[in-house]
T-cell receptor, first 112, second 112 residues
Framework: NAGVTQTPKFRILKIGQSMTLQCTQD?????MYWYRQDPGMGLKLIYY???????DKGEVPNGYNVSRSTTEDFPLRLELAAPSQTSVYFC???????????FGDGTRLSIL | KQEVTQIPAALSVPEGENLVLNCSFT??????LQWFRQDPGKGLTSLLL?????REQTSGRLNASLDKSSGRSTLYIAASQPGDSATYLC???????????FGKGTSLLVTP
């Protein structure tokens, strides 16, 4: 049972480049989330989705975009990467709101 | 705005000790509270979820309590083992909205 899979695991970007962080889940969960975790800080919600075709902003959405064309996939796109976006990015899913969230292993992103 | 605080930030104990990790939150209008474990370089694993109407939840050597009126939760780990070494995160689910508010975590080291 794969759960939540994130790719890539590591990436280094130059300032101004763009990239897409991939997230897929095989649990048929409706709810999916993107968080970022900065060193010594709590996780912050970037975007979330309550089902295919429905997304909304979280606490820190600036500089990011998402799409949800299928139940399984929830990619996060960074446009014009900035050093402030250096972080560890986690994707999570849950069957319903307020149920335990299942996390991927994260993508460690450095922007130089 | 919900603020979640975890004390202590780091803890080192010898194997076999019982220990308590603390989590406090500023807004008592919560839906639930979750405790997660995070191993280095890995994602988060949900340990226990307490609904706002509950007082405690138990899983094996772990017991989590919730006092919503005072804005506090504790995670009790009995007979600690070196394999319990990890960072433990507390996250509060709001009544409205989808974001979990995370604390910064307690880094636990259990020495043989």
């Amino acid at each position: 049972n794969a759960g939540v899979t994130q790719t890539p695991k590591f990436r280094i970007l130059k300032i101004g480049q763009s990239m897409t962080l991939q997230c897929t889940q095989d649990m048929n969960h409706n709810y999916m989330y993107w968080y970022r975790q900065d060193p010594g800080m709590g996780l912050k919600l970037i975007y979330y989705s309550v089902g295919a075709g429905i997304t909304d902003k979280g606490e820190v959405p600036n500089g990011y975009n998402v799409s949800r064309s299928t139940t399984e996939d929830f990619p996060l796109r960074l446009e014009l990467a900035a050093p402030s976006q250096t972080s560890v990015y986690f994707c999570a899913s849950s069957g319903q709101i307020h149920q335990p969230q299942h996390f991927g292993d994260g993508t460690r992103l450095s922007i130089l | 705005k919900q603020e979640v605080t975890q004390i202590p930030a780091a803890l080192s104990v010898p194997e076999g000790e019982n220990l308590v990790l603390n989590c406090s939150f500023t807004d008592s209008a919560i839906y639930n509270l979750q405790w997660f474990r995070q191993d280095p370089g890995k994602g988060l694993t949900s340990l226990l979820l307490i609904q706002s109407s509950q007082r405690e939840q138990t899983s094996g050597r772990l017991n989590a309590s919730l006092d919503k009126s005072s804005g506090r939760s504790t995670l009790y780990i009995a007979a600690s083992q070196p394999g319990d070494s990890a960072t433990y995160l507390c996250a509060v689910g709001r009544n409205s909205g989808y974001a979990l508010n995370f604390g910064k975590g307690t880094s636990l080291l259990v020495t043989p």
